[in-house]
């Protein structure tokens, strides 16, 4: 009787304590970042756009394109490009990390590691996972922030910062309280030759982007055929002359196609039989590389996109063709040639349509602003107000005070052990509360045993509760698994 209370006591202590570690405080602002060009050498010569941050002790700066099929931040080793003095090649890369500067890298294990165990690795990459400190901008810091170096000599690093379904940089800023909620609003900016800066915010949405009404999309099923949590149905597409005259791409007889909404690729991937006839209709000389044409042969029309629900996207002329451009030596991004116009579109004509995706990426999302609440299985669009950033964001926090009591499936893996702690000891905090709730449960479960077979010998009482404790603490979580904030984000249809 003296101990039946302890562990009673033990689950009412354990459930306080991970009420308190889960809760959400909502009035903590929202994380913005700017998507903008950075300086990313550290002679201050290359230049790159994305979203800055630094990584390491000092910061060594980075900028990444965000990326919606990445779960984990992903950078390029200082190695891929020789040495920092590389520019073109680290102005290229976005950044170049070289561990041996950084007072607080810690490798990892992949096992051990606190990352998201989403990702794929190709079998030509080279990857090594670590934890170091993350600055965002002038906005927050986390510390034991999961990192992956990926090294590929024959397709190059796929650099990116993740805003996949099962984000371990979602996940951190969360749990260290630098963004209230994992829900995320994105302008791309604009990157034709008037170029806008864009902004990510994490936590919510910048209302002074959005032009009229949000339309709400369902999540898709990610598969290996649509690899993007963002999937919309394309109805049609087609290209309009400046005379009137119309050419469909994508039929509204036709079934449809089903698009990936991704931002970390600017341009747009139709089918090789849409870029086919585009390529007919506006008498393409194939003997200018991808999809060029000399000034004195522009194409003069625009480009219309309209989804299964109506929802419509208009690419004027001066963003669908511009002048080429590409990296300089100095790893800045230039226009390369003054003659020659570029097409906003992937030319793929040589391939097979099944075997491609149709992808809209960052060019279709200058139009079109983008919020997604991965909780509640939805993403939203609206048009995005064209023109300069107005000098005062309209910043909308998106919180729900209430807890979820599990976080993201990542993983179908299961681990015995932890890697570095997120966001000053938040992770291992709850690490903590889940071996006293694991305790809790041996006691409660081997108290009931003893009552249920009074009769039997107390070796074999021992025995039963011996066998359950692989069990329970084999199935500890990693800090990216861990409880996340559930967001509540009321749709305008």
């Known amino acids: 009787m003296a101990v039946g209370w302890v562990p009673s006591l033990l689950c009412i202590v354990s459930w306080a304590l991970h009420a308190i570690a889960v809760s959400v405080d909502c ?7 700017s998507w903008s060009n950075i300086t990313v ?13 630094g990584i390491g002790t000092p910061n060594q700066i980075f900028s990444l394109r965000p990326s919606t099929t990445l779960n984990n931040t992903r950078i390029a080793n200082v190695l891929d490009c020789g040495s920092q003095t590389n520019t073109s090649c680290v102005g290229g890369k976005g950044g170049v990390f070289d561990s041996s500067k950084s007072s607080t890298f810690v490798v990892s294990l992949k096992n051990r590691w606190n990352g998201s165990a989403a990702d794929t690795e190709a079998a030509t990459g080279a990857y090594v996972y670590f934890n170091d400190v993350i600055d965002f901008q002038a906005n927050g810091t986390v510390r034991g922030y999961p990192l992956v170096q990926n090294s590929d000599l024959i397709s190059g690093p796929e650099a990116g ?82 005379n009137g005259s119309k050419v469909f791409l994508l039929p509204p007889t036709s079934d449809g196609v089903t698009a990936c909404i991704e931002p970390q690729q600017q341009r747009f991937t139709f089918l090789p039989s849409m870029v086919k006839i585009f390529a007919l209709y ?60 570029e097409t906003g579109m992937v030319y793929n004509e040589d391939e097979v349509d099944a075997e491609v995706q149709l992808i809209l990426g960052g060019l279709f999302l200058t139009y079109n602003y983008l919020v997604v609440d ?40 299961k681990h015995t052990s932890k890697a570095a702690a997120i966001g000053g000891g938040t992770a291992g905090g709850v690490v903590g509360l889940a071996a006293i709730a694991a305790l809790c449960y041996l006691l409660v479960r081997k108290r009931r045993r003893n009552h249920q077979r009074q009769d039997q010998k107390g070796a074999q009482q021992n025995s039963s509760s011996m066998a359950m404790a692989p069990e329970l603490f084999s199935d500890e979580r990693r800090p990216s698994e861990l409880a996340l904030v559930r967001h509540l984000l009321q749709p305008n249809s």
């Open 282 to 341: 506006t008498d393409y000389n194939s003997s200018y590389p991808g999809l060029t044409f000399p000034t004195v042969t522009r194409p003069d029309g625009a480009l219309q996109i309209t989804l299964d629900n109506g929802y419509t996207t208009t690419i004027p002329n001066d963003h669908l063709f511009t002048l080429q451009r590409g990296s300089d030596e100095n790893g800045q991004y230039v226009v390369t040639n003054s003659s020659i116009f």
């Open 374 to 413: 991965y909780d509640n299985s939805q993403f939203q669009m609206a048009q995005t107000v064209q023109g300069a950033q107005a000098s005062n964001a309209e910043i909308v926090t998106v919180c729900d005070p209430t807890p979820t009591t599990e976080g993201p499936n990542i993983s179908q893996e």
């Open 41 to 53: 050498s550290a002679n201050g010569v290359a230049v790159t756009r994305g979203i800055e941050i």
């Open 161 to 242: 910062l993740p805003l996949g379904q099962n984000s371990s940089f979602l996940a951190a800023v969360t749990q260290a309280k630098v963004a209230p909620s994992s829900v995320w609003g994105l302008d791309a900016g604009d990157r034709s030759l008037s170029p806008r800066d864009g902004k990510l915010v994490v936590g919510g949405y910048d209302a002074s982007r959005i032009e009229g009404n949000l339309t709400t999309f369902p999540l898709g099923a990610w598969t290996n055929q649509q690899p993007c949590p963002l999937q919309v149905r394309v109805a049609e597409v087609f290209y309009t002359a400046a």
């Open 27 to 33: 009035s903590v602002v929202p994380l913005s970042l």
